[in-house]
């Protein structure tokens, strides 16, 4: 799609891949800027929000939350480079994966464990389903945390 000086949200989005409603959202929280209006009250973009979006589509990528893009742009139109900052995101982040894989390997070997003992047991009476209701756990976390925990950027990490 040729580039001209004004485009309209619809026109953004299709050349972005980007729905109307997320630009929207990008728009109000800040990650955007406010873009023009017409009389009538429409949006208009400059064409270098294209890059601005494939920016931020990169940075979604690579794990960044829009909070951490949005901390990046600004602090790239203050004339500071943010790529000190990018990496420490990135070790942090490579640090809280390093845990989660720690924490799902224990995890594994536990269900493991316990497939085992439930193969060789059968059976076993309960309320519900007695293999789970007698079984030992030593984790008291729940899987489904253990699989689908985001990390959090503001939490402070213990040393």
Same mark, same amino acid.
């Given at each position: ?10 026109? %953004?989005?299709?050349?972005?891949? &980007? $729905? &109307? ?8 929280? $800040? ?17 270098? %929000? ?8 990169? @940075?979604?990528?690579? +794990?960044?939350?829009?909070?951490? &893009?949005?901390? &990046? ?5 203050? +004339? ?32 493991? @464990?316990?497939?085992? %003992? ?5 059976? @076993? @009476? ?7 209701? +007698? ?6 976390? #729940? ?9 959090? #950027? ?6």
């Amino acid at each position: 799609m040729p580039r001209h000086s004004s485009l309209k949200i619809g026109e %953004v989005s299709l050349a972005s891949g &980007i $729905g &109307i409603e997320a630009l929207r959202f990008y728009e109000r929280s $800040g990650i955007l800027g406010k873009p023009a209006r017409t009389a009538s009250g429409y949006r208009l973009y400059d064409a270098d %929000v294209l890059d601005r979006l494939a920016f931020i589509k990169k @940075a979604q990528t690579l +794990g960044f939350s829009l909070d951490e &893009i949005r901390r &990046i742009i600004a602090e790239s139109k203050t +004339g500071e480079c943010p790529c000190e900052e990018v990496r420490e995101i990135v070790r942090r982040r490579l640090q809280e994966l390093d845990e989660r894989l720690r924490e799902m390997r224990r995890y594994r070997k536990e269900l493991a @464990a316990t497939l085992f %003992v439930w193969d060789e047991q059968g059976t @076993a @009476a309960g309320d519900i389903c007695g293999l789970i209701e +007698g079984t030992q756990m030593k984790s008291h976390q #729940p899987a489904a945390s253990i699989m689908s925990r985001k990390s959090n #950027p503001k939490a402070k990490k213990k040393k």
